[in-house]
């Protein structure tokens, strides 16, 4: 192997006491800058840089979007006790003027698809039932939509 170092030249290297500590600086020295790269105010696209935000208000859209639909489901006479998951396809997204702070335009994320577990979930006609209630609340296919008991 024709390499910079030989091994036995990469062993000595790794003896001396000042070479360890000026790999161990110059490592940390890297990681700290690739930290702060991310950290830069890049351009504004509506997604925080460590993406946390995003997160926390995608997971309050679905809750409160669960919450919603069982309130309505929970009326289908024969449904029982129900339990809700929506999926969404992305998170929010702002779009920005140029040079402007405040958002012109928020886009709602899309769903994905929508579990419905209920008691009534083996029966055909409430399952029927949910499947068109859920796809036309939302405007989605009935083929993003599951029921089951």
Do not use: H, W
């Not at 000026?22 to 800058?33: E, F, K, N």
């Amino acid at each position: 192997m024709n390499g910079i170092f030989s091994m036995k030249e990469l062993k000595e290297l790794f003896r001396s006491e000042k070479s360890i500590r000026i790999i161990l600086i110059a490592g940390a020295a890297l990681i700290v800058l690739i930290a702060l790269s991310g950290l830069g105010g890049g351009k504004k696209d509506g997604n925080n840089s460590n993406g946390l935000f995003n997160y926390q208000k995608q997971a309050e859209y679905e809750t409160a979007l669960e919450k919603r639909l069982t309130d309505i489901l929970t009326q289908i006479d024969g449904i029982g006790n129900i339990t809700v998951m929506i999926t969404l396809d992305s998170s929010e997204q702002n779009q920005y003027q140029k040079n402007e702070d405040e958002p012109v335009y928020t886009k709602t994320p899309e769903i994905r698809g929508v579990i419905v577990v209920c008691d009534g979930g083996d029966n055909i006609i409430i399952r029927e039932k949910v499947i068109s209630a859920v796809s036309g609340a939302f405007g989605i296919s009935t083929t993003r939509v599951s029921v089951i008991k």
